[in-house]
Each structure stands twice: as structure tokens, then as C-alpha cells.
């Protein structure tokens, strides 16, 4: 059994049991185990979504995982192709620019927000976050930063703290889900984590000193240095996959 980052409970056969005792969640647990299938890689970019194979791994009928696949669509993750149905998103990289430029805009902002609207507890809250992924680094002897959520961690709380309802709309909601699949499906170049780490503290001491205008530039800089190192890793990537096909 594993327990990941949002506290949801999943058995060795990738299938999230969260909430299974609540009679209305049949899409939502397709739903989930949907979601989770793409983000572990089970699923991969362009690969077909089965409703029936679904609906037999859930045990559950094929109206359920439908809608689920319909309100997946809704958030990017899947695509709908005509004549052969949903498959999983596979983002070019001019579509993954066009995604940071918006990242980066609205999550500037946010940090420019939060160092004036945060409270104390929220501003202490960051800092002892920031600490906590360091020492996890540290345990783990690695250069990664933690696996699962950690790094949204840190950037949601940044952007409920801004208290923009629209700013969370987009980038807390609308747009989590594409982001965590970029990293998952192309990870990270050795050393980001640790410079990653590094750039957080960087914006978090800015809105713990209540400098908006500091804080805003460094969280640009650093969704900058984040979106240079997925286009990096998805060109290695692309490379990669050009000389196995070459072999």
C-alpha cells in the first residue's frame, strides 16, 4: 500500500480506494485512478484511454469512468480525437512555453500578493515548509527534490496566500494537474532540485520581508529556470527516443 503526498490511500494495483464507502464517488474513483495512471507513467503521452478496460480494472460500470474521462478532458489532461476517443495529452513544446508564460505572469503576481497579504502563522508556515523539503533532501541523500507534491507545496501556498480568487482559479486549479504531468513524465536535469531549493528560499525570505516587488521578480526567475530545464529534458528526451528508433 502506498500513502502519496495528498494523504490518498492506493494498493498495489494502482487503484485509489480514497472515499470508496461514498455511493455517489463511481466517477470520481475512475476519475482518481485515471489521474494517477498518467501521472505514474502507466499511461503515457498519446496513449488511448479503454473505457472498458476501466471499467473491468473498478469494477464498475462504463458510465462512471466516462464521465470521468469527459471532466479529465475539461482540465487538459486527456484529448478527445475523432474516430478513436481519448487519449493522453502529449504537449509540444511550443504548447509548454505558451503554459510558463502564463505560469509565470500569474504566479509573479501571487508572490508579489502574498508578501503583503500573508499572515504570520502563513509566512512561518513557508519558511518551516521550505526547511522541511531540505531536510527530506538531506535524509535522502539526494539532489531531487521530494517526490509527489512537495514542490507544489510550497507554490500553493504561496498563491493562497495571495488571496486572488482568480490567480487560484488558474494556477491552483485549472492548471496543477499540467504542470505536475510535465514533471512527472520528464523529470529533471541532475542538480535542479537543489537549485530549485534554493530559488525557494530565495522568494520565500522576499515575502516573509513583506518586499513584494523582490518577491514577484525572483518567483519569475525562477518559473523561468523551471521551464528551461522541462524544454531541456524534453529535448534529451526526443533525442533519446530519435536514436533508439535509429538502432
Same mark, same amino acid.
Given at each position: ?11 498495489n494495483?494502482?487503484?485509489?480506494r ?43 460500470s ?6 470521468a ?5 475539461? @482540465?487538459?489532461?486527456l484529448?478527445?480525437?475523432? %474516430? @478513436? ?8 513544446a ?10 509565470e505572469?500569474l ?26 523539503? @531540505? ?5 535522502? %541523500? ?14 500553493l501556498?504561496?498563491l493562497?496566500g ?11 486549479d485549472?492548471l ?59 529535448r534529451? @528526451? ?10
Open positions: 500500500m502506498i500513502v502519496d503526498n495528498d494523504t490518498t490511500i492506493v494498493n494495483d494502482g487503484v485509489d480514497k472515499n470508496w464507502s461514498e455511493p455517489s464517488s463511481l466517477s470520481d474513483r475512475a476519475f482518481d485512478y485515471i489521474r494517477k495512471s498518467i501521472f505514474d507513467g502507466r499511461f503515457g503521452p498519446g496513449d488511448k484511454i479503454n473505457e472498458l478496460d476501466i471499467s473491468n480494472k473498478l469494477a464498475i462504463r458510465g462512471p469512468v466516462r464521465e474521462i469527459r471532466r479529465m478532458s475539461s @482540465s487538459g489532461l484529448v478527445f480525437e475523432p %474516430n @478513436s476517443g481519448a487519449r493522453v495529452v502529449a504537449l509540444s511550443d504548447k509548454v512555453e505558451q503554459l510558463y508564460d502564463v505560469r505572469a504566479e509573479a503576481r501571487a508572490a508579489a500578493l502574498a508578501a503583503v497579504r500573508m499572515t504570520d502563522a502563513e509566512r512561518t508556515a513557508l519558511s518551516r515548509t521550505l526547511e522541511a523539503h @531540505s531536510q527530506q533532501m538531506t535524509e535522502d %541523500n539526494s539532489n531531487s527534490y521530494p517526490r509527489g507534491g512537495s514542490d507544489w507545496d510550497f507554490h501556498m504561496i493562497k495571495a488571496r486572488n480568487d482568480v490567480i487560484w482559479r488558474i494556477c491552483g485549472e496543477k494537474d499540467m504542470f505536475y504531468l510535465l514533471r512527472s513524465q520528464h523529470g529533471s536535469s541532475p542538480g535542479r532540485g537543489r537549485k530549485a531549493l534554493e530559488e525557494h528560499r530565495w522568494v520565500a525570505e522576499a515575502i516573509v520581508a513583506g518586499n513584494a516587488d523582490l518577491a514577484s521578480l525572483l518567483m519569475a526567475q525562477h518559473i523561468r529556470a523551471s521551464r528551461d530545464n522541462l524544454l531541456a529534458a524534453m534529451a @528526451s526526443a533525442l533519446d527516443a530519435k536514436s533508439s528508433i535509429s538502432r
